[in-house]
């Protein structure tokens, strides 16, 4: 069962990471624009049924890559049942909200071409301010949950042996990878303007449905 759900947790993890280059790949030249950034111009020319679509495979992917973090909370359970079940509330909790911060960037860039079709962009950009600072907290807090504290609660039971896993394999975390994807943006930005910073936390989640895999396979 544990294998099972580490298996499921890579499918879910690859699907949402299909979901993100529907959602995010804009081309070189896409600008930000609006007070905060938070427009694309690339919106216009994107398709909306890309957003649809990214929101539906969310919808598929998310309880997917769950699965795979229950397999890793089963395997520490053997090890320390309350570290466990703290990670399993983490990633529960983090993946509701995986989905419903998918959900609300999917539904920015729908916004904003509804909006532009009897507006000009400054009511577009105050549309969009106004939702985004409404969920601003919650947004962050969870994100920092399923990408954040999960990776470093998976690195906390890789360094104490409640996943016989390599050590190398806590740079396999979502937390890990995001920083390499923003580092690559950072350093050469018209290489890596697109690819591989947006996947980069579901390829984590993916990932963490590997270490399962693995750990359940050595143990």
């Excluded at 419903?100 to 969009?128: G, W």
């Excluded at 504290?149 to 690195?155: F, G, M, R």
């Excluded at 890789?158 to 990878?177: A, K, Q």
Aim: proline share 4%; net charge neutral.
């Amino acid at each position: 069962m544990i294998t099972l759900f580490g298996y499921v947790g890579i499918a879910g993890g690859l699907l949402c990471a299909c979901g993100d280059l529907l959602l995010d790949i804009k081309g070189k030249h896409n600008q930000e624009l609006g007070a905060h950034g938070y427009i694309n111009s690339a919106w216009d020319t994107m398709d909306s049924r890309r957003f649809r679509c990214s929101i539906l495979l969310a919808m598929l992917g998310v309880p997917m890559y769950f699965l795979g973090l229950c397999a890793l909370s089963m395997l520490m359970a053997k090890s320390n049942p309350v570290f466990a079940l703290v990670f399993w509330m983490v990633s529960l909790v983090g993946s509701i909200g995986g989905f419903f911060i998918h959900t609300f960037v999917c539904l920015m860039p729908l916004l904003y071409k509804t909006s532009r079709r009897n507006q000009d962009i400054s009511f577009a950009d105050e549309l969009i301010n106004t939702q985004f600072d409404a969920v601003k907290l919650p947004f962050v807090l969870l994100y920092a949950l399923l990408v954040g504290v999960t990776s470093i609660l998976c690195a906390i039971a890789i360094g104490l042996g409640y996943l016989d896993v390599p050590f190398f394999m806590i740079f396999c975390t979502p937390l890990s990878l995001t920083l390499i994807g923003v580092t690559l943006r950072r350093l050469y930005p018209h290489v890596f303007y697109d690819l591989p910073g947006i996947i980069m936390p579901s390829m984590g989640l993916a990932m963490l449905g590997l270490v399962a895999v693995w750990a359940a396979s050595c143990g």
